[in-house]
């Protein structure tokens, strides 16, 4: 068997070269033919997972036979995987690689993601070269990341056109993954000075002082969703010497204030813990050439009782302010393990039934 990745190393055929053909309705197989082995290998993946999550997620049998696949399974069933099928092999004829996140963001938007490329004048354009096979994508130092759902797309598009985005939503959903990706991405491209990341440490009461360490120390256990997010798309190194030189800043929410942040991508992660004075105080810091994004999940607010979260009071105050972009997340955006997704219907679904019990009329 020729060995992972061989997709790099080899010459492909031109996507012209794919052919599917089906057979009779009654027998209920199509058969699809994929002219270069070595890129049919990349598309099965190790031991045929990737065939087997088609299979779970569409409700098909695929079987190989040679340089073919053959889907077994009801008509609109075999339609799906077929198309599924010949995007992944594409993607891979254009020499880019597949994981199992390429599968999951194929079958959750299909046609409607890869044909909604970048458009003319879009600050997106710079991340990809047009045509239809482009989705949205942000470059980073490590890897290239692309929105896995339709409200994740609108959500990069909305950090790119707006100078002041907010993402508001479950956990899992990319939020701050995303929020992340863009802010170096538009790092490497020139058009900020900084990155600015941080986060209310409402755990401590942004009363820091008991815990051992410095004030770096101290408050390091909190950011760390961040770092991790960093790491994922510059090298380690890179990171900790932007962090030294202070291009890079990850601090507690408390730290902004009486400051004026200009040239920079700037982040507000676990928003929802933000007390009203903390988000009006952290909103006004925006300066001249900066980009501030503001993330949190209104589900899971961990102030004290009876303090009100500056999140949901900034939705209210300036959802319809212009030039202030609001994604919404549901848990249908949830791209996290499948579980996730469940367990965060499972709560909403037991608080709508609460709200009903206390409020009938």
Known sequence: ???????????????????????????????????????????????????????????????????????????????????????????????????????DRELRMGPAGREAGPQEGDQTEMFGKGGPADRVEIRTRRKVVEPRTEAQKAYVRALF???????????????????????????????????????????????????????????????????????????????????????????????MRGRTLSNAFIVLDEAQNATSMQMKMFLTRLGEGSRMVITGDRTQIDLPRGVPSGLIEAERLLHNVPKISFTRFTARDVVRHPLVAAIIEAYDADARARERLEDPG
Request: aromatic share 6%.
């Open 1 to 103: 068997m020729a060995p992972r990745g061989a997709c790099q190393r080899r010459a492909t055929l031109p996507v012209t070269a794919l052919n599917a053909s089906a057979a009779a309705p009654a027998n209920g197989e199509t058969l699809l033919e994929f002219p270069d082995n070595y890129l049919l290998i990349d598309l099965c993946g190790e031991h045929d997972r990737n065939l087997a999550v088609l299979e779970d997620r569409i409700g098909v049998q695929i079987l190989r036979r040679g340089n073919r696949l053959a889907v077994m399974g009801d008509a609109e069933a075999r339609a799906r995987a077929a198309e599924v099928l010949r995007a992944l092999y594409q993607r891979l004829e254009s020499g880019k690689g597949l994981d199992l996140g390429d599968i």
């Open 161 to 255: 056109d707006h100078e002041l985005a907010f993402g508001i939503g479950p956990a899992g959903t990319g939020k701050t993954y995303l929020a992340v990706a863009v802010g170096v991405s538009m790092f490497l491209g020139g058009h900020v000075d900084k990155i600015i990341l941080s986060r209310p440490a409402v755990e401590a009461g942004e009363r820091l002082g008991f815990l051992p360490g410095d004030a770096k120390e101290k408050v390091d256990p909190y950011m760390q969703p961040l770092y991790d997010a960093l790491n994922d798309f510059l090298p380690q190194k890179q990171v900790q010497k932007m962090i030294e030189e202070k291009i890079i800043e990850i601090a507690p929410l408390a730290f």
